[in-house]
């Protein structure tokens, strides 16, 4: 697939730098990636709701990834596209107007248009495989099983920690989706507290610091709204997944070449 254009660090593509980004982690300042006169990428801080949900903070004074836009750009004017769950960091859609946001997400039916995420798995994976089990909607009462599609491809294999760091491409957008193929391949993404096992997740935490639900909103492939331009906006791991990654007895961010995917500097001299 050819991107006539590629954003990963706001329109002018600024670099990030680390502290920058410890910042943004935990001043909970979010990251442009993109932005025009009619709509914004961010890279949301994994840890971070959408929006308010009475369900999820049951009274709880939280920071919301709207609400700080709309603060940071002074302009109340911000319209949700599409989600990212709260623990899941990486590219997420905004709009400046109603009529964008319907736009945008016609956009994202498209067949062109493309998702890829970031998973640390437990176990061994295939090289290569599709999980196109149905999945019922959580939100639905009647619990109506509907179509769903993740492509995976394994990046990475660790063998004494048996984990995979894997690339997800989902070609639906069911609730969890992502989350639940792999778990219902025994392949659970690590630090997920709804569908994973907690004694692996604990052990991670305790032994190697895991901060959260290993799932990463990597890139999307979108065709602009208005000027039909098909581009591809990046959001590398952030750092928080990253110091856990090297944290591991058997990783090495020298001697992986696949690592290239994740789109992070490694210390002063090796730009990945």
């Not at 602009?224 to 906006?233: A, D, F, G, K, V």
Request: charged share 30%; with cysteine.
């Amino acid at each position: 697939m050819a991107f006539a254009g590629s954003f990963g660090a706001g329109k002018r593509g600024a670099k990030r730098g680390a502290k920058h980004e410890v910042c943004s982690a935990a001043c909970g300042r979010i990251e442009v990636l993109y932005e025009d006169e009619w709509m914004l990428a961010v890279d949301k801080p994994g840890s971070m709701l959408m929006h308010r949900n009475i369900k999820l903070t049951r009274g709880k004074e939280e920071k919301y990834v709207i609400d700080e836009l709309k603060k940071q750009q002074n302009d109340k004017e911000i319209y949700v596209v599409h989600r990212l769950d709260r623990a899941t960091s990486g590219v997420v859609l905004f709009a400046r107007s109603p009529e964008v946001v319907t736009e945008l997400q016609r956009m994202l039916s498209l067949e062109e248009a493309q998702k890829t995420y970031l998973a640390l798995v437990r176990g061994f994976t295939p090289e290569q495989w599709v999980n196109d089990n149905p999945l019922t909607d959580h939100d639905s009462k009647k619990k109506v099983r509907r179509t769903a599609n993740t492509s995976f491809e394994r990046l990475l294999t660790l063998q004494a920690s048996r984990l995979s760091l894997v690339r997800a491409t989902p070609k639906t957008g069911r609730t969890n989706q992502i989350r639940r193929h792999l778990a219902g391949d025994r392949n659970h993404i690590i630090g997920d507290v709804k569908y994973g096992k907690g004694r692996d997740n604990q052990f991670m935490r305790d032994r190697y610091g895991l901060p959260r639900l290993f799932l990463h909103a990597r890139r999307l492939t979108i065709r602009h709204p208005r000027t039909s331009e098909l581009m591809t906006i990046e959001a590398p791991l952030p750092l928080d997944l990253f110091d856990f990654l090297a944290a591991l007895p058997d990783f090495s961010a020298y001697t992986h070449p696949p690592i290239t995917d994740l789109g992070v500097s490694i210390g002063k001299h090796v730009s990945l």
